[in-house]
């Protein structure tokens, strides 16, 4: 168990529908970085907060947001989704911003249909 | 922008013997490195990590990796290779010089070991 706890484990929902995935981070982490694991496009760094800021942004779409609250859980808001987002959405997370190894939750299941 | 490769998609192994598990990249200035690990269903499990030092690291589960600057590589190994290794293995790299930089994956590596 790495500490690091997401839920839901499994969603599904239609296109076009709006959800929110949720992190809780390991104690005493201050980062979460958010993943999305596909079978074409294999793992693919999104997003990265640091203590409540923005830190990092990879290959997230307009369509995809996120925060991190003060009490350093994290929230993954994906919009008008699309049959393509359907993957599974890892959450990690690391002590710092720096050179820190990450610990990654079990994942959320998205399947659009 | 910073790149990951790992150049064969399945290594074969026999039980016992050595195993090595490739990974170049490409990033600019210093890199961060790391391998991970993910069993099935599972989320990836951290193995070890270069920041700085010794080029050989030692990490989890008796696997060990050697940073190679001038071939830029950073090939994953164990000297006896056991059937609970399968797994998919990935590499990893960041600037370590740039914080607001992104982490980038490799494709992963499949790992059978066969008994």
């Known amino acids: ?113 | 922008a910073q790149s990951v490769a790992q150049p064969e998609d399945q290594v074969n192994v026999a039980e016992g013997n050595p195993l090595t598990v490739k990974c170049t990249y490409s990033v600019s200035g210093n890199p961060y490195l790391f391998w991970y690990v993910q069993y099935p269903n599972r989320g990836l499990q951290f193995l070890l990590k270069y920041i700085t030092g010794d080029n050989l690291v030692k990490g989890s589960y008796g696997f060990e990796a050697e940073f190679n600057k001038s071939q830029t590589s950073f090939h994953l190994k164990k000297p006896s290779a056991l059937v609970s290794d399968s797994a998919l293995y990935f590499c990893a790299v960041r600037p370590g010089d740039n914080y607001g930089q992104n982490f980038v994956f490799g494709p992963g590596t499949r790992l059978s070991v066969l008994p």
């Open chain 1, 1 to 113: 168990d790495s500490g690091v706890t997401q839920t839901p484990k499994h969603l599904i929902t239609a296109t076009g529908q709006r959800v929110t995935l949720r992190c809780s981070p390991r104690s005493g982490d201050l980062s979460v970085y958010w993943y999305q694991q596909s079978l074409d496009q294999g793992l693919q760094f999104l997003i990265q907060y640091y203590n409540g800021e923005e830190r990092a942004k990879g290959n997230i779409l307009e369509r995809f947001s996120a925060q991190q609250f003060p009490d350093l859980h994290s929230e993954l808001n994906l919009s008008s989704l699309e049959l393509g987002d359907s993957a599974l959405y890892f959450c990690a997370s690391s002590a710092s911003d720096r050179g820190d190894e990450q610990y990654f939750g079990p994942g959320t299941r998205l399947t659009v249909t």
